[in-house]
């Protein structure tokens, strides 16, 4: 279980808190605002970047790759990419 606060840009977990940068926080706040929803690469470029080119995309994947590993300990979420679309949070609540 993961309490993120915007605000303060931090994740934190039962074992850690981790300080975000501001680009991972706004990221991780794009996703978390509609979980199991598509984000498209298109939104989230222009939305936190200000640009949608190959290597502002390629630095968003990095950050994806990033919130994927800070994630990690908690298997009922994931970030899903969607090829040529976008990327999704995916919660199960079930457990």
Same mark, same amino acid.
């Given at each position: ?16 808190? !981790? ?7 706004? @990221?991780?706040?794009? *996703?978390? =605002?509609?979980? /199991? ?20 995309? !390629? ?7 990033? @919130?994927?590993?800070? *994630?990690? =300990?908690?298997? /009922? ?19």
């Amino acid at each position: 279980v993961y309490t993120f606060n915007s605000k303060l840009r931090s994740l934190k977990s039962e074992n850690e808190e !981790r300080k975000l940068s501001p680009k991972e926080a706004q @990221l991780l706040e794009l *996703l978390a =605002e509609t979980p /199991n929803a598509l984000v498209s690469r298109e939104t989230a470029l222009k939305s936190i970047w200000g640009s949608d080119d190959y290597f502002t995309a !390629r630095s968003m994947d990095v950050y994806i790759t990033k @919130l994927r590993k800070y *994630l990690s =300990e908690d298997s /009922n979420i994931s970030i899903k990419n969607i090829h040529g679309a976008g990327f999704q949070m995916l919660i199960d609540e079930d457990d």
